[in-house]
């Protein structure tokens, strides 16, 4: 399989706007904000990789949790009350990167 752009930010080779790093899940600014706030939460571990919700399995299936986890605790820090969490899943769903993530969108700013 080919490096997606987000192994790519994970492995340092190109530049994202981070703003949540703990040793499992990073969070990072979407080049193109669909609202005031759109973070991206990605499971850094290799253990954790899966491409998307669809191809979800017993050993992937604790991930998404993980990065819900992280944008409950993200917001918390921020103090934004209210947002939307999103996965696109699959190509038809609108998925254009094959590495897992959660879109996080709030009209509040950080
Ligand atoms: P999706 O449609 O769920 O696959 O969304 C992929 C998201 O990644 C889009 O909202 C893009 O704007 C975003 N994106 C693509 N490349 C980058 C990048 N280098 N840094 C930050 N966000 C990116």
């Given at each position: 399989m080919q490096p997606t752009i987000f192994h790519k930010i994970i492995a340092g080779e190109i530049p994202a706007d981070i703003v949540y790093d703990t040793d499992e899940v990073l969070g990072f600014k979407d080049i193109?904000?669909?609202?005031p706030t759109h973070i991206l939460f990605i499971a850094k571990l290799e253990k954790d990789f899966v491409s998307s919700i669809i191809d979800i399995t017993d050993q992937t299936a604790h991930v998404p949790t993980k990065l819900i986890q992280a944008a409950k605790d993200f917001a918390s820090e921020k103090g934004i009350t209210g947002y939307q969490l999103k996965f696109h899943c699959g190509k038809d769903g609108g998925?254009?990167?094959?590495f897992l993530h959660l879109h996080f969108l709030s009209q509040q700013s950080l």
């Open positions: 193109h904000p669909q609202a998925q254009e990167v094959f």
